[in-house]
T-cell receptor, first 116, second 119 residues
Framework: DTGVSQDPRHKITKRGQNVTFRCDPI?????LYWYRQTLGQGPEFLTY????????KSRLLSDRFSAERPKGSFSTLEIQRTEQGDSAMYLC??????????????FGPGTRLTVT | AQKVTQAQTEISVVEKEDVTLDCVYE???????LFWYKQPPSGELVFLIR??????QNEISGRYSWNFQKSTSSFNFTITASQVVDSAVYFC????????????????FGQGTILTVHP
């Protein structure tokens, strides 16, 4: 079984730069989620897709953040003009759309972003 | 916001002790799901258990068991005969669903409980 993969695993960038992260979900899963986790906290929901449609966005997702899932497979999360407060672990998860398992989200290893 | 609260920030036990992690949630939803996830030092969140709001039967799965009490909005998780490999951060989470049983998507997580099991 191939799980959720994320790339890169670590990213160090200077304040003001743009960064883009990629997530590849489990192949038969058509729901994909992005969360952000800061040190000592639980993951916080950012956004989720069902196939290519972005169905919900959190207030945490400011104008500098954009997420896409153009073909309903992999997704990208871009942060423009990064700020030090963006430093966090960005987690991607996927789940099937229907059935009892749609409630079970399977997480990738995360991308740790450090903004200097 | 409908919060999930894990009052225990850190727990330290000695191997083979039983340990219970507490979780209290808020919800206005009629149907919802509760979860426990484990985050070992490697960082990847691992799904452990799921419980739905309309089934309060408590269960045991191997060394894991859980106690869901809708009346007190609590969903506690117990590890029996703890092992060093159980050392991790444990998160309780809540998800909602519509009347048709399709999940709304997002999970709301608690702040986590750091469990350290000493040999």
């Amino acid at each position: 079984d191939t799980g959720v993969s994320q790339d890169p695993r670590h990213k160090i960038t200077k304040r003001g730069q743009n960064v883009t992260f990629r997530c590849d979900p489990i192949s038969e899963h058509n729901r994909l989620y992005w969360y952000r986790q800061t040190l000592g906290q639980g993951p916080e929901f950012l956004t989720y897709f069902q196939n290519e449609a972005q169905l919900e966005k959190s207030r945490l997702l400011s104008d500098r953040f954009s997420a896409e899932r153009p073909k309903g497979s992999f997704s990208t999360l871009e942060i423009q003009r990064t700020e030090q407060g963006d430093s966090a672990m960005y987690l991607c998860a996927s789940s099937p759309r229907t059935g009892i398992s749609s409630y079970e989200q399977y997480f990738g290893p995360g991308t740790r972003l450090t903004v200097t | 916001a409908q919060k999930v609260t894990q009052a225990q920030t850190e727990i330290s036990v000695v191997e083979k002790e039983d340990v219970t992690l507490d979780c209290v949630y808020e919800t206005r939803d009629t149907t919802y799901y509760l979860f426990w996830y484990k985050q070992p030092p490697s960082g990847e969140l691992v799904f452990l258990i799921r419980r739905n709001s309309f089934d309060e039967q408590n269960e045991i799965s191997g060394r894991y068991s859980w106690n869901f009490q809708k009346s007190t909005s609590s969903f506690n998780f117990t590890i029996t005969a703890s092992q060093v490999v159980d050392s991790a951060v444990y998160f309780c989470a809540r998800g909602a669903s519509n009347a048709g049983g399709t999940s709304y998507g997002k999970l709301t997580f608690g702040q986590g409980t750091i469990l350290t099991v000493h040999p």
